[in-house]
Structures are given as C-alpha cells and as structure tokens.
C-alpha cells in the first residue's frame, strides 16, 4: 500500500510507493531512491547473533519480577526499557553476560549441572583443572603406596633399634659441640686441608683402598706412632695459644709480641707477598687518593660519562676535542657600518676612525686560547698601523676594572687579505662572567674593514 505525506511530485513528498522506492529529505535535500531489498545470506555471524538473541530473550523472562525492575531502574537514565537495556548488555562480548568463545573472565560461579568439561590441557599452574588421566597417571598405585609406607617404617624401626633415647640426645649435644668448635677454629680448615695434602702425597689410590695390618698405612705408622703424632699437632696448638694470649694477638707497635717474634725485614719481605686484591675492601673516605703532595690510589668515580680527572685531583666535564669552546661576534658599532663585497664590516678609511665590539665571557671559562679581532687590509703596508684597547669587568665593578691596551705594535698586511689581531695582550686579568669591550683605531688613516672578535677559550 501506497503511503504518502503530501502530492507524490512535490517537493515536500515523504513516503513510499511499494516496494518501488521512497521519499525523503536528508540534509536539505528531497531524495528519492530505490528501496532495497535485503537478504537473508544466514551467515555464521547472523546465526550466532539469532541464537544469542533467542538465549536473551529466554533469559529475560526466567527474571523475577524484582530482577526486572531493577534492570528497568538501570534503564531509565538510558531513556531505554529494561528489557532493551538487558539485551543489549546480554549480546556485549567480555564482560557483558555471556562469555565469548576467545574466552575471558567470569564474575560469577558455574554451575555444571553434571555436564562435563573436555579436552583440558595438561595443567601447569596450581589453581588449573586437571584430567582424569593425569590425575591417574600421577598417583601411586596401592602397591607402590604400601611399599613406601613399609619402606619408612623399617627406617623409623631400625633408628629406634640402633639408639635409645639418651644416646641420640649424646649424639645431638656433640654435633652442637663440634659446631661451636669449628666456628671458634676457623684456622682448623687450613691445618686439616695440609695434613690431608701430605698424606695424598705419602699414599697412592692403592695405598689407600688397601685395608689390614699389612696395608701401607699401618706399614706407614704403628698405632703407637700415629697416637704421637696426634699428641705431637696438639702440643704445638696449646704452645702456640701458651705463647700469646688474645690481647698479643690484636697488641700492634714496636714492642707487641709479633714484632718480638719477627724482624722489621722479615715482616715486610712476607708482607710484600700480600697482593692489594687479597685485602678486604675499602672504608669509602679518602684516605689513600693521590695528592699532588704524594702518590696514591684514585680518587672515588664521580658516575659521569663526560667528566675526567684532572692535574688538581678533580672531576671536570670536558666538552670538545680538545676541552675548547669558541664564539665569533661580529662589529657591532663604529665610523662607517657598511659591506665590503659579501662581508659586513666597519670600513675605516681616516685618521683616529673606530670600530667597537662588545661580549661576556662564559661562565664555564677558565683560559684564553685565542683572543683576536678579525679585519680585511684595505691597503698594502709592513707597518700597519692599528691601536688596540680593552674596558672590562665583572657585573658590580666600575666598567673600567681592568683598562688595558697596544697602541705600539704595527702589522704587516696585504690589500684584500683576511687578518687576525692579538687581543690576549690587553685581556691579561679576564675571568668568567667579565663583561668586555674592545676598540680598534687606525691612528696614521691605514684603510681597513673590520669584521669581529673570534674567542677560543679553555
């Protein structure tokens, strides 16, 4: 059926006529098109999202009536119904209702109902499910249980059998004690690891496998000898802690005892043997840094990439080749501000006619490398003659701190050649921070242009 809002060919028409085409107005404009016809292509995607929606839908109505209502509540803001508001959020992937083939994260328990879970993995993590298969393939079998319950009670029976009560509480008590040996001995390990090396030396494999009264070993010693030797290392341990008691032992200067039992020379030819690795690390002070009064070893690491050690001790950043930094600065001032071919200059061309410049020098300034002003000759001459002057000062100082200047020295130049003029001279007491102005004059008319001051500083 035809439905129509005002004449068919008008410009206002809305509508449709059938299934031929439609009338409407989209963004100003009367459109009238083709209706389209969809398809039911029943793809994999729709029959899924169909099921979905029917499992929805049948969910909806297993809802208590309170359920529903408080979907309803949550749907109001929305301006949607309950029921609307709930299918929406029952067809949302991961963490809408359902939870989707890739998987996800449930927030509620599920209820098996005596169905089964299938094709489990083989578990690796203590909270996963396990298989039947696995769960028999890692349990011992009636047998194999018996036999280690057996198995530790024969242990359990013969310890019972072999001590009483009082005789593992000995045991116990001398273990303990030999503990307490050992930690108060250190220097035991030593004499046991020397006495087992001669012993090694003294007896072959053979040697030792062989057993009896004719083996090497008694061979080696009768048991009266053996007990003297034993005698023997215990006499020397109690001679030894006999000769010097604890505070000999940590007693230090000329007159301790070590010093009474060796030589100065003695001591320091087996101190020589010492390597410095062998000691025990280091207070973190500076006792042992070199100086510039005496050798040492090196001072601590300052963790900078960038920073070297200087002649002074000190940990310096170096920036550069070879740790210089440099600036031009052009002319700032003067007679005649022009150009000369591609070059901006002050020409001086008269008697007494000037250029200036002014710079700061760096903060990080320690020496001049090289301090001159750069000038093209206008004429030919071996005795060029320029004066050169300086005013310069740190910020709260008179500008003329330091005035300094050279109005005897002359040059010889080349007309059209490139010139740098000394300006180290006359800046003999700068330092960083100084503010610095600097004047050419040409006293006797030589023709010259000047370009600028070139600073290269350390």
């Keep these: 059926m035809t439905k129509l809002k005002n004449p068919l060919m008008s410009l206002k028409a809305q509508g449709g006529l059938g299934k031929l085409f439609s009338l409407a107005k989209r963004r100003g404009r009367h ?23 029917t499992k929805c839908a049948n969910l909806w109505h297993t809802l208590s009536e309170a359920e529903q209502q408080e979907w309803e509540s949550l749907a109001r803001p929305r301006h949607m119904t309950g029921y609307a508001w709930f299918i929406s959020q029952c067809l949302r992937p991961n963490p809408g209702i359902y939870l989707p083939l890739q998987g996800g994260t449930m927030t509620g328990d599920i209820v098996m109902d005596k169905n089964r879970l299938l094709k489990l993995p083989l578990p690796t993590d203590n909270q996963e499910a396990a298989t039947k298969k696995y769960h028999d393939d890692n349990i011992y079998s009636d047998a194999e249980a018996d036999a280690r319950i057996a198995l530790h009670a ?13 005789e593992t509480d000995a045991r116990i008590a001398i273990h303990a004690a030999l503990a307490t040996v050992h930690q108060d001995a250190p ?5 046991h690891a020397a006495i087992a090396a001669a012993h090694h030396a003294a007896f072959i494999l053979a040697d030792h496998t062989a057993i009896g009264d004719n083996a090497p070993h008694h061979a080696r010693y009768a048991d009266a000898e053996a007990d003297a030797r034993i005698a023997i290392h215990a006499a020397i341990a109690a001679a030894h802690h006999a000769a010097f008691t604890a505070a000999n032992h940590t007693a230090i200067g000329n007159g301790a005892p070590h010093h009474a039992r060796y030589a100065d020379a003695e001591a320091v030819t087996a101190a020589k043997t010492v390597k410095l690795d062998d000691f025990a690390t280091p207070d973190d002070n500076a006792d042992l840094n070199a ?3 005496r050798h040492g070893l090196l001072k601590k690491l300052s963790n900078s990439a960038i920073e070297f050690l200087n002649g002074l001790g000190n940990w310096v950043e170096v920036v550069g080749e070879a740790a210089t ?9 003067g007679s005649l501000l022009t150009w000369y071919e591609n070059f901006a200059v002050c020409l001086l061309a008269e008697n007494n006619e000037v250029a200036f410049t002014n710079f700061r020098v760096p903060a990080n300034f320690t020496s001049i490398t090289e301090a001159e002003i ?3 000759a206008r004429q030919t001459s071996a005795a060029f003659d320029l004066d050169i002057s300086s005013n ?28 740098a003029i000394d300006l180290s001279g006359i800046l003999t007491a700068l330092a ?24 290269k500083y350390a």
């Design 31 to 53: 459109i009238i098109e083709r209706k389209p016809i969809p398809t039911d292509a029943k793809s994999p995607l729709q029959l899924f999202y169909r099921h979905m929606f």
């Design 154 to 166: 024969a242990i359990a029976a013969a310890h019972h059998a072999r001590y009483t009560d009082g």
């Design 187 to 191: 220097g035991l390990i030593a004499i």
């Design 291 to 293: 100086s510039a009064a």
């Design 325 to 333: 930094k440099e600036f031009f600065v052009p002319v700032m001032s």
């Design 374 to 376: 750069i000038l093209i």
């Design 392 to 419: 310069y000062a740190a910020e709260g100082q008179a500008y003329n701190t330091h005035s300094e200047s050279d109005a005897a020295s002359t040059y010889n130049m080349v007309d059209n050649n490139i010139y």
């Design 432 to 455: 960083a921070n100084d503010n610095v102005g600097i004047q050419l004059r040409t006293p006797s008319g030589y023709d010259v242009n000047v370009l600028g001051i070139h600073f």
